[in-house]
């Protein structure tokens, strides 16, 4: 099969690898239909985190179908369309049964070594499958739903997380710093759980006009201090009640900690590369801060429905869609903005 592989710094390289195949009795093998790069792909791409020498496989994000099963898996079968979250777990472990799949103890992502390959594939090994996968009342003919559906595997599962741990609700003032798709999902969530407004951070056209569809009240373009004054202002000089912090740099995270208001929350999705938390703020003003790796697979059951009969239309963050042999493009085209989100196809 063909798998995507990153190098190094800009090295990333379709290659020719043996197909998967089934290693313990919990697996399955699925043929990918549609997979996409994340933002978060764009720190090692970028040369942020380091890449084992043999190279790291890349993609946590698919919608596939079941080819192969190991002798215990129950939940699904060969043929059924299924949904791939970013990582895998048993769902009956304390943390599984209390939502937080991400937090198994026997948890893993994908995406990160040769044993569990990455979903810029034409084909996936899925551990633990009776766990991880979640069957879809779809044919792999449904094309159109296709990107609507993977939108499940991360992006929408993980603005909604960001949005759930920062309270947002009916009434409430919701604001999202980031208008990258995960962003712009907060946004499509925030409205989802009835903010009555919704304040979106951002600094590209074409993204704020997304956010605006998706539900966003006001834009702030302002950075740092000027963006914290404007966010005030808007607010009567309170802050947000809740803050969907969705970049992950030093500069969202104090930004959010400064326009919650005094009670708020801030839900934190953006994968982390600061040193942490201020904690003089947070505290003075009972800000709570909570988020982490969004537990999609808990989230699926609650927000497929919405997805299936059209209440909601996630797939929209894919501007760009590229067959797999021009993924190394897709990733360029991230990395300059000239797409905000790449869908690939085998």
């Not at 009916?170 to 925030?190: F, M, N, R, S, W």
């Not at 951070?201 to 009240?217: C, E, M, N, S, V």
């Not at 947000?240 to 708020?264: D, F, M, N, S």
């Not at 239309?313 to 903005?337: K, S």
């Amino acid at each position: 099969m063909r798998a995507t592989i990153l190098h190094g710094a800009k090295d990333v390289q379709l290659e020719r690898l043996p197909d998967p195949k089934i290693q313990e009795p919990t697996d399955a093998i699925i043929r990918v239909l549609v997979s996409c790069i994340c933002g978060s792909d764009l720190w090692p791409y970028r040369g942020y985190d380091p890449v084992p020498d043999e190279g790291r496989p890349m993609g946590h994000e698919a919608v596939g179908v079941v080819e192969d099963l190991g002798r215990d898996v129950r939940t699904v079968k060969p043929g059924d369309v299924v949904l791939m979250p970013f990582a895998f777990s048993d769902g009956s472990c304390p943390f599984c049964h209390e939502g937080l799949t991400t937090a198994c103890i026997h948890a893993g992502f994908f995406g990160y070594s040769p044993e569990v390959g990455g979903a810029q594939a034409e084909a996936v090994r899925i551990p633990l499958a009776d766990g991880t996968l979640y069957p879809v009342p779809v044919s792999e003919g449904d094309r159109a739903l296709l990107p609507h559906l993977l939108t499940l595997t991360d992006v929408l599962g993980t603005g909604h997380h960001a949005a759930v741990t920062a309270r947002v609700g009916p009434g409430k003032t919701a604001a999202v710093i980031g208008d990258g798709a995960v962003g712009l999902c907060g946004v499509l969530a925030a409205k989802r759980l009835g903010a009555e407004r919704i304040l979106l951070l951002g600094h590209h056209d074409d993204r704020i006009a997304l956010g605006r569809a998706f539900g966003a009240t006001d834009v702030v373009t302002e950075r740092g201090e000027a963006a914290v004054e404007r966010v005030r202002e808007l607010t009567g000089g309170f802050g947000a009640h809740a803050v969907l912090e969705c970049v992950g740099t030093e500069e969202a995270v104090e930004t959010a900690v400064q326009i919650a208001r005094p009670g708020g929350a801030v839900g934190r999705v953006g994968v982390p590369h600061h040193a942490g938390i201020p904690a003089g703020v947070t505290f003075f003003k009972n800000v709570t801060v909570a988020g982490g790796p969004a537990p999609t697979r808990a989230y699926m059951p609650d927000l497929l429905p919405d997805v299936l009969e059209g209440r909601i239309d996630p797939g929209r963050v894919f501007d760009v869609t590229l067959p797999l042999d021009q993924v190394a493009e897709g990733y360029r085209a991230m990395d300059e903005r000239r797409a905000l989100k790449v869908m690939l196809t085998p």
